[in-house]
């Protein structure tokens, strides 16, 4: 079983504390996005939970615990995005200087297997153009291009209630060319996430965000695992469990969608409670809480010794 945390909110910048509180506790209670009612307990033994991936756009609020975790016997990797964006997109996040100066300092101590760089979601406007990302991308890939194993990006996507419009064909294919020209000159492997088009003309691939091979070599096991059907047709990550909720990241990303209004954010942030099962609040006692399996995917016919490139570090 893959842990997820999270793709619905920024864990390792804003609840550090609560997720290795639930690591201890060995379990995690989770509400359905869609029905506060439905709760699913979900076990997080290390004999079940076969790696962590954090979602996040600043992870030192993590880095004290990432030490004890591993001692428990968790095995994880980041994606950490930093973007080229100003405050008038990234409302409460450290700027791009502090975000790779952070990004640097995380894979000096845990190693750059576990650091992926997302540079996402690529949106253009009058600001933001074609030319302004190539050029702060080559800035910042002369800075993180050793500390990492791949950047993944992903242009931005027309959701409901998005203020920002999707890139037209032509654009995609002019920024992939400046993009995948960049990466090479840096030797750094680029993929994209989640995307239709096909830009391997340019060196860039498609990825699996949560990527099983990463993870085999991560932990020195096979996993046995299926494409994710939960998420986007594009998206090739396999199966994992998230543990986050929607509306609780105080971030104020312009383009998020995962969050609503600052205020509900900001609200439900207040709520937390880091000795909680649930990320936000406590049971009301009209729930069913329902047990989910928790199987590993692991190959256990496998050696550790049989998969090259195995981090042993914390």
Known sequence: ??????????????????????????????PNPYNRKKVKKIFLSPETVDCIVFWTKNPEPMLPYLKEIREMGYEYYFQMTITDYDEDMELN???????????LLMSERIGKERMDWRFDPIILTEKYSISYH?????MMCNWLHDATTRCIISFVDAYKDCPFRELKE???????GGLGKIARRYRLPLFTCAEKVNL?????????CIDKKKIGSLTGYRLDLKKDTGQRKECRCVQSVDIGMYHTCIHGCRYCYASGSPENARN???QHDPDSPMLVGNLKGDEVVTERASV?????????????GMYTGF
């Open 296 to 308: 590993t995917g692991r190959d256990m016919q496998i050696s550790l010794f049989d998969l090259p």
């Open 200 to 208: 391997e003309r340019f060196g860039i691939g498609h990825s699996a």
């Open 134 to 138: 190539l050029e702060r991308f080559e």
């Open 170 to 176: 032509e654009e995609i294919i002019e920024l992939a």
């Open 268 to 270: 439900k942030y207040q």
């Open 1 to 30: 079983m893959i842990i997820s945390a999270s793709r619905r909110t920024d864990i390792p910048a804003l609840y550090p504390e609560w997720f290795v509180n639930r690591l201890k506790a060995g379990e995690v209670l989770v």
């Open 93 to 103: 996040l450290p700027g791009t200087a502090e975000s790779m100066a952070t990004f």
